[in-house]
Structures are given as structure tokens and as C-alpha cells.
């Protein structure tokens, strides 16, 4: 509540605006603003107002940003692992500065110096050129990197996140820049096999927040970075792995470990005639990739209805595309017929030449996409437990659609793999602090999902009021949802501060 007050100064009375609200049940004065003396108002009302400058800034990310970084410290780690000593704008101003961006509008090195000319990081840093990133950079090594990343995230599992599950993928962007260490050609998740890629993993949380990341070349399968990661994880943490990472060393690497894994159903048809019914489950042992293993095999009506509509939709699209191939009646129409439908993996299931379908193969394919086949070393939790966590792993996935379709990675300019994994390593911090942003946000209250946090920021601006005497700084919200943002972030302190 806001009221006026009078207040003196020796001779001299004037206006003063007070707000108050009950603590603990008691009135208290929680903020108190000087209006001035009567004839200081009177002039103010009086003059004419054009001498008022005005200036808003896109304020949101900026300021959330800021609020993360008091919580787990970044800047001052990244500080003090670089070892800054000059003066002005440290590793770790550039780091927040970076993040800043990204989570606002993502620009190349040099496009953050025209995105800062209309956020409020401007008034932070001032004017900062492509070179000075660079400059960064080119200090940053794989050794601080690591360090960097194992200290931020002991940072965040003390601020009460739950890590005892961990989810791990991997995933790749695509790159127009021409093939180094980095950049090579690879399986492609968006399917441009015709450009080099960027591929990185992530080990997260079920509140999709990454405790630890990585980024390496193109071509290099995920499997291989597998025994980086669990090197990595608490070795308390149960593990929620993909198809991707199943092999003999891998899961003897995972010891003692408790862990979930799934099975390729295609390389054990018994689990597919087991007399499982629609919704439910079945168990067995079985000796797999070196070791006994608890085997669950369950059938899921969701799951089928998915797979068997995406499934139709590439059958009838590679059926029609081979049916064009064959009709040219060029000499090579069946050659190249056979080698697209292999890369559909359709190739025992269309015939060629004549195009039929092998309804026996095809009725078998159907039946297995509503089933899936989980391989585990945990014997304490009940079959529906099992399914149920590894059913959560698509919060990692989560991580990489908000991470792609937000292009929290792009652009990616730099020509040296060393710049490379620095890019990407700064990208994905910037999500993490982005996942923080959010989870504090739903904590307080469930009112934003993790990608519209991004859009909710920018709903949050910074507007100054500047005469020549003095200049007023305060938030504006352009909706309530990004009003009510501000107030669980508590962003008006950092304005304030």
C-alpha cells in the first residue's frame, strides 16, 4: 500500500511516498521514495516535460541471468580458474554476457554488439566487440572447461535438486563450415547428411536441468563418450541410458552401478512372442551384453498409437518415392530403389521389382512398435517403476528439442576446433542457467513451461526517466505472467542494486 508522508529537514518540509504491508502481522515501511519539497513539485508539474528522456531496454534475461549467477557463483569460479587480474570486464563478465544473449536473442560475436544497444546489459558492460570474445577465447582451455563445469555443478546439486536419476543422450547440430577436428559428417538428427556436424551429450536431472555436458566431432558414435559421462556421475545416481550406448564394455564399465537400458526388440524376436498383453508387462532373466540382467518386456497403447502413425507415414512415403524410382524405367531404377529403401530400412518389407508388401513381415513390424523391452540391474523397485523412469528419459530429449528449435547453439562461426568447444561449451552453460530460470520460476509457481520461459523474459523491460538532475530506473511488464516472473525472481533488487 502507497501513501504520502511529510518529513523535515531543519526548516524545510517535504513530500515523501511510503509503502507498507504487514510482516509477521505488523505494518512496516518496506520502501519510502523522496517526492521533494512543495515548491520542487510545484516545478515539476509546472516545466515543461519535454526535457524528459526516455530509454527502455529488454531487461528479462539480462536480469534473470544475473539473479542465477548470484545463486551458484559463475562468474567468480570462472574468475577464479582463468585467473583474471586486470581490470574492467573479467572472463567471467564475459561468460554472463554470453549467456545473457543467448537466452535473449542469439547473435554471432559480432551481432551481441548490436543486440546490446537495446538490452540492458548495455548499461552493465558497455560497448563489446566480436574481438574481445575472441581474446576470451582463445584463453579458455578443455582444463578450464572441466573445472569450470565440475565446480557450477556442485553449485547447483547444493541448492537442493534432486540428481539421484540421471538421463543421458546425445544429439548433434549441423554446421554450413567446411570439415575440421570438430566438424565432420555424421548420422544427423535433422537429416542434413549432406553438411558437417557438431555432436554433444548431456547427463540431466528429471527437472531438465544438465549436471554435466560435452561437446565432440561429428563423426564419433555416441557410445564411445559413453565412459566419459559415468566417469562424471555420482556413482550413487541411477543411470537412464538409450539404445544408443548398449554394448558389452559400456555395461561392464557401469560395475555395481544401478542403471536401465533397453533392448533393440529386432535382435531378440522371443521377447517379441512373449504373451504380453496391451498395457502391461512381463518378466524374464537373460544373460545380455555380458552380464544377467532383469529383463522387463511391455506393450503400451500410447506408445503403439505414436509409432505405428509415424511409421505409416514414412512407409507410404518411401512406398510412393520408389514406385516414381521404378517408373522412369531408367537402367539403374532398381539399384537405386534398393539402396533408398535400405536406408529407410524397408528393404524386406517393399519388394522389388514388383512392389508388394510382405504382409508377414509387415504385421511382425507393427506388432513390435507397441513394445519395448528394458534391461536393468535393479531388483528393489516394481516392473511399473522400472517403465515408468525409463519412459522420463524424454526430459533429456526435452533439453536438446528446447536447446535446437531455440537455437541456443547458433550461429556457429568459428573456424578452430578449440573456439568450437568453447562456443559450445558457453551454449550449453547458457542452458543450464535457462533450466535454473525455470525451476525456480516453478517452484514458486507452475506458471511457464521450460521453452516459454525464453518468451516470458522478453515480456519483462527496464524504462529509465533522465533530466538533469537525476535518472529513474524501474521494470515494466508488457503481461501479467512476466509481471508475476519479475516478482518471483525478486528482479527489482537487481535493478535497485
Not at 542465477?68 to 587480474?85: L, T
Not at 545380455?288 to 511409421?311: A, D, M, P, T, W
Not at 529407410?344 to 507393427?366: A, F, G, K, W, Y
Given at each position: ?157 547444493a541448492m537442493g535438486y534432486d540428481f539421484s536419476r540421471i538421463f543421458v543422450d546425445a544429439s548433434n547440430m549441423y554446421t554450413f563450415m567446411k570439415e575440421n577436428d570438430m566438424a565432420r559428417k555424421g548420422h544427423n538428427k535433422r537429416h542434413r547428411y549432406d553438411l558437417n556436424q557438431i555432436s554433444y ?297
Amino acid at each position: 500500500m502507497a501513501y504520502f508522508a511529510y518529513k523535515r529537514s531543519g526548516r524545510n518540509r517535504y513530500l515523501v511516498i511510503r509503502w507498507k504491508k504487514r510482516i509477521n502481522g505488523i505494518p512496516t515501511i518496506v520502501k519510502e521514495v523522496s517526492v521533494g519539497t512543495a515548491d520542487d513539485l510545484a516545478e515539476t508539474i509546472d516545466r515543461n516535460l519535454s526535457g524528459i528522456r526516455i530509454a527502455a531496454y529488454s531487461g528479462g534475461s539480462t536480469l534473470c541471468v544475473l539473479r542465477i549467477d548470484h545463486m551458484i557463483g559463475m562468474k567468480g569460479i570462472v574468475d577464479s580458474i582463468v585467473d583474471h587480474h586486470d581490470r574492467g570486464m573479467s572472463p567471467g563478465d564475459y561468460f554472463l554476457l554470453f549467456i545473457m544473449n543467448r537466452l535473449s536473442d542469439p547473435a554471432s560475436k559480432d551481432g551481441i554488439e548490436r543486440w546490446m544497444t537495446r538490452d540492458y546489459a548495455s548499461t552493465l558492460y558497455g560497448k563489446r566487440g566480436s574481438q574481445d570474445f575472441w581474446n576470451l577465447m582463445d584463453r579458455i582451455t578443455d582444463d578450464h572447461m572441466n573445472l569450470i563445469m565440475k565446480a557450477v555443478s556442485e553449485k547447483v546439486r547444493a541448492m537442493g535438486y534432486d540428481f539421484s536419476r540421471i538421463f543421458v543422450d546425445a544429439s548433434n547440430m549441423y554446421t554450413f563450415m567446411k570439415e575440421n577436428d570438430m566438424a565432420r559428417k555424421g548420422h544427423n538428427k535433422r537429416h542434413r547428411y549432406d553438411l558437417n556436424q557438431i555432436s554433444y551429450y548431456i547427463a540431466a536431472n528429471c527437472d531438465y536441468i544438465p549436471l554435466f555436458w560435452n561437446s565432440y566431432a561429428g563423426n564419433i558414435h555416441d557410445s564411445r563418450t559413453f565412459p566419459e559421462m559415468i566417469g562424471q556421475i555420482p556413482e550413487d545416481a541411477l543411470i537412464i541410458f538409450d539404445r544408443g550406448y548398449n554394448s558389452s564394455d559400456n555395461v561392464n564399465l557401469l560395475g555395481n552401478r544401478r542403471y536401465i537400458g533397453a533392448l533393440t526388440l529386432s535382435d531378440h524376436m522371443d521377447l517379441v512372442d512373449m504373451p504380453v498383453h496391451m498395457d502391461s508387462s512381463m518378466e524374464t532373466e537373460r544373460k545380455v551384453y555380458g552380464k544377467n540382467h532383469r529383463i522387463i518386456v511391455y506393450r503400451s497403447s500410447k506408445l503403439q498409437e505414436r509409432r505405428v502413425r509415424s511409421f505409416m507415414k514414412t512407409f507410404r512415403k518411401a512406398y510412393m518415392k520408389v514406385k516414381r524410382i521404378m517408373e522412369t524405367g531408367d537402367s539403374d531404377a532398381v539399384d537405386k530403389a534398393r539402396i533408398y529403401l535400405e536406408s529407410q530400412n524397408l528393404n524386406e518389407t517393399i519388394m522389388i521389382p514388383d512392389l508388394t508388401v510382405d504382409h508377414v513381415r509387415m504385421s511382425r513390424r507393427l506388432k513390435m512398435l507397441g513394445m519395448n523391452a528394458l534391461f536393468t540391474s535393479i531388483s528393489d523397485l516394481r516392473a511399473e517403476e522400472i517403465i515408468d523412469l525409463y519412459r522420463k528419459r524424454n526430459r533429456v530429449e526435452h533439453c536438446f528439442r528446447t536447446i535446437n528449435n531455440m537455437d541456443m547453439a547458433f550461429p556457429l562461426y568459428h573456424r578452430t576446433p578449440q573456439k568450437i568447444r568453447v562456443h559450445m561449451f558457453m551454449s550449453l552453460l547458457a542452458y543450464l542457467f535457462l533450466s535454473l530460470i525455470y525451476n525456480e520460476i516453478h517452484r514458486a509457481k507452475e506458471i511457464v513451461s521450460l521453452p516459454s520461459t525464453v518468451d516470458i523474459m522478453k515480456d519483462i523491460m527496464v524504462v529509465y526517466a533522465a533530466n538533469k538532475r537525476k535518472v529513474i530506473g524501474r521494470l515494466d511488464f508488457k503481461s501479467e505472467i512476466g509481471r508475476e516472473v519479475g516478482s518471483i525472481m525478486k528482479l527489482d533488487q537487481l535493478l535497485e542494486g
